[in-house]
C-alpha cells in the first residue's frame, strides 16, 4: 500500500504541493488527474525520491521511503518525458535493467511480440507511439510493486491503448501490483481506476473509489411547469446547474430521490431523468467548484 | 522481489561501456604521442607533453560527460528513479573515470618506453597523477553543484584554480597595503606567505616533480582527496534536483561571483601597482568588482534585474574583504616604525633589490650549497652585505632618517630607481624586511644631507669597498689569482690598452676609490651602487676598465665593470 501524507514542497518561493493525503491500496489502480501544472508529475518523483519533499512523507507497505532508499526496487516509474540511453536499443536497454530489477525474460518476449517491437531497433529512433510502448513493456518486464504510470498513453491510438490496459489489468491482478496513472485522458481512466484523485493548483481536491464518486455526485436533468430558481436546491448539494431550453441540468451531491419528492411537491414536475456521470465530468465539476475554466 | 546488490554488475557494465571512448583515446594518443613524431622525426618529448594535456581533456571530457545525467530532466530522472542511489551513481562514475585514467597514463607510459625515451620525462606523472585525481572528483562536484555541463567543466576549473584565486586575492590585499603602511612591500609579504604560510606547492604537488615522494606527499594526496569525496557526499545529499539554472546550490553561486570578482580588480590591481595612485587604483577595483559580479551573477541567474539577496551577499562579502585587508594593515603597521635594535642583528642590506635578498635569505637557509662559501655567493651575486657593529649602526641610523623622511637629492638624468630595500638578519634567526618607495627630489634638504651623511660613512668604510671592490681590497680574493684589467673609451668603446695585469693598477685604483666623493648623492648611490660618476654618463666621455680573471688562457671569468673620468686622477696619470 502506498501512502503519501501530508506532502508539501516548495520551488523556490512557489507552493508547488500543498498538503498532499494520497492511499493507493494493494492490487489497485490508482488514477491521478488534475489540471495543467497542478503537481501531478512533482508528486510521481516525490514517490521516486528525485524530489526531496519539504514536509511530510511517502511510505511503502509501511516503510518510509526516504529513510529506506532500497524500497525503490520495487518502484518503477515510466515517466511522460521518456528518456532512453544514448544508441541503446530495447535489448540492450532490458540487459541494462536486469542488472537492478528481477526483469522477467518471459514477460519482455511475450510483451515484444504482443506490441509488435522490434527489440533491436534504437530506441531513440522510434516514434513516440513506438517509445512508449517499448518503455511500458520494460516496465511490465520488470515486475515492480508499484508502478507510476505519468501520461502513459498520451498520442497512443485506440487499440495499442487497449492493449495497454488489457496487459496491466493483467498485471495488478495476477502480481497484486499497486499501479498509478497519472493522466489527462479522463475516458481511458474512466474504464480501468479502482481509486481516483483529483488535483489542482498543488491540491488533492478530492480522493475516492471511482464507484463511491460516481454515487456521491450525481446528475439529473428535470423540467417544471412555470418560473424556477434552482437556488432553492441548495439544501440538495448543489454543484453546477444549467438550464437548457426549460430543461435544468443539475449536479449535485444530495439525495436524488428526495430531490424528485422535494420538486414533485412544489412544483408540476414535467421531467426528471437520472443522468450517468463519468470521470470526465465529475472531473470537471469538481474543477468547475474550485473556480477553474469558470475564469472571465 | 529478491534484492539485488548490483553495484558491483552496474560498475563492470560503466567500464564496459567505455570501450568507444577507449578506443578513440588509444588512436589519439598512440597517433599524436608516437606515429606524428616518428614521421616527423620531431622532439618526441614535446609530443609526449602533448599527449599529456590531451590525456587531462579526455579525462575532464569524459567525467562531464558522464555526470551530464544531473543536467538534464528526463535524464535525470531515469536514472534517479532507478535502484541506484544518486550517491552510487557519481561513485560508479568516479571508479569507471579512474580506470580509465588509469589506461590513458599507461598509454603515454608505454609509449615512452617503446620510443626509448628519457624515463626522467615520467616524473612529472607525481604531479599529474595528484592532478587527475582531484579533477575526477572535482569535475564530479562541480557536476553535482553545477545545473548545467558547459558550467560543470568552467567550475572544475575554477575549483581547481580556488586556491591560487584565494592567493590572488591575497595578494590583493598586500598589494594595497604596501600602498598604506610605508616600508612593506607586497612582493617581500608574497614571498614570505607563499614559502612560510601557504605552500601552494604542496598543495599542487609541483615540488615533487624534481624531488622524491615523502611522507608529506602520501599524507597530502589522500586528504585532499578525501576532503573533495565528502564534499561530494555533503552536497549529493543536500542537492535539490529541482533547481535549474547555471549553478544549482545558492552558496555556491554566491561562493563562486564573490571570488569571480576580486579576481579582476585584483589582476588589476597588481599589473597596475606601480603606475597608478592608491585612491584612484582603489576605485577602479571597486568599480570592477561591482561591475564583475552583476555580470556574473545576471549571467548564472539568468536575469538582468539582480536579486536583493544577491546585493546582500555582495555587501557582506566587501565588508569582510574590507574587514580582512583593514585587520592586516593594523596588524602590519605596528612594525611600521620597527628600527632593529644594531645589537641584534647580525648583517644588514642596504640596496634596491629585493629579488637579491630573497635569494640570499635562500641560499642560508639551503644546507645543499655548502660547496660555496656566503662570501663566494655575495661576490658572484654583486651583493654588499654589512657585518661591522659600525655600519649596522649607521644603517639603522639612516633607516630612521627613512622613516622620516622617504625623500632623496638626486639628478633625474643620472639616478632612476626610487627603491631602498632594507633587510635585517637576525641574531634569532628571523629576517626583517623593508622596501620603501622613495620620492627622488632635486632640491636639497636638511633631510637628504642627514641621509647623505651617513650613506657616505657607509661607502667609504672598508667593509664596503672590500665587497664592491673586492678584487683591489680583499687580500685573502686578491692573492695567487691572475688577474688582469682592459681599458675602453666609454665614447666608442674602443679598447685603449689591451690588457694590463692589475697589480700596476692596484694601488693608483685604489687611491682613486678612497678619494671618491659622491657628495649630495651619497645616499642614492649607497642603495642604487651605479659607480658611473655623473660626467661620465651625461658627456659620454671617460673610461672603462674591465676587471677579470684568467683561471687559465682559455677561462676568462669577468669580475667588474669599472666606469671613470678625470676624477680618476692617479689611475689617469698613471695610464698616461
Known sequence: MLTISSLSKKFGDFQVLKNINI????????????????????????IMQVYKQDEGYIAFDGEEVEKNSEIIKDFYYVQDTLYFPYQYTLNKLFHYEKLMYNMSEEKFEYLLKYFSIDKNKVLNKMSKGQKKQAAFVLSIAAQPKLLLLDEIVDGLDAVIKRKFWDILIKEVMDNDMTVIISSHDLKELDNICDKVGIMHEGRI???????????????????VEGEFDPEVLKEFGILQHVKIGSVFIVTLTGNTEELEKYLKNTHTLLLFDKLSMSLEEIFITELGGVGYGKEE | MEKKNNFMPILIYSIKEKKNWVLLSTVIIFLTTTLIPYILRADEEFFIMFGIVELFILVLINCLVDNSFLHNEPKLTYYMSKPVTLSRQIIINIVTNSVFTVYLVALIVASVVFQGLDYDILKVFKMLIPWLSAII????????????????????????????????????????????????????????????????DYLYFTRYVDG???????????????????????????????????IVFNGYKYFVAVFACLIIPASFSISFSRYTGMGSRLIISALLAILSYYIIIAFVEKSFRISKSSIKVFAVSMVLFAAVTGSTILVASQYENTVPNPEDVQMVYVGSSIWSVNSASEFLGDRSHEDISFTEWKRNHGMIIYEDINSIESITELHKQVLMDQTYYTDPDYYWMSNLVLAYWMKDGSIIRRDYKLIPEEELTKEHADKNEIAHELLISNEYKKQRFYYLYDEK??????????????????????ERDLKDLRDVLKKDIDNQYFDNTSFAELFMNDMRPKAVMENEQGYLLEIYEKVSNEDINYLDELYFNESFTSTIEYLK
Open chain 2, 137 to 200: 572528483l572535482l569535475a564530479s562536484l562541480s557536476s553535482i553543484l553545477s545545473g548545467n555541463t558547459l558550467m560543470a567543466g568552467a567550475m572544475t576549473i575554477f575549483n581547481f584554480c580556488l586556491p591560487l584565486i584565494i592567493l590572488l586575492v591575497t595578494m590583493f590585499i598586500f598589494s594595497i597595503l604596501e600602498n598604506i603602511v610605508i616600508g612593506f612591500s607586497a612582493d617581500v609579504l608574497n614571498d614570505y606567505f607563499i614559502k612560510n604560510i601557504y605552500k601552494l
Open chain 2, 212 to 246: 622524491s615522494i615523502d611522507l608529506v606527499y602520501l599524507l597530502l594526496l589522500p586528504i585532499i582527496l578525501l576532503f573533495i569525496a565528502l564534499l561530494i557526499i555533503r552536497f549529493v545529499k543536500r542537492r535539490k534536483n529541482e533547481n535549474t539554472g547555471f
Open chain 2, 477 to 498: 680574493y686578491y692573492s695567487g689569482r691572475r688577474l688582469f684589467a682592459k681599458l675602453r673609451s666609454i665614447n666608442d668603446y674602443s679598447t685603449i690598452i689591451e
Open chain 1, 205 to 223: 481536491l478530492r480522493e475516492e473509489n471511482l464507484e463511491k464518486m460516481k454515487e456521491d455526485i450525481k446528475r439529473v436533468q428535470f423540467a
Open chain 1, 23 to 46: 492511499n493507493a491500496e494493494k492490487s489497485q489502480i490508482y488514477g491521478l488527474v488534475g489540471s495543467n501544472g497542478c503537481g501531478k508529475t512533482t508528486i510521481l518523483k516525490h
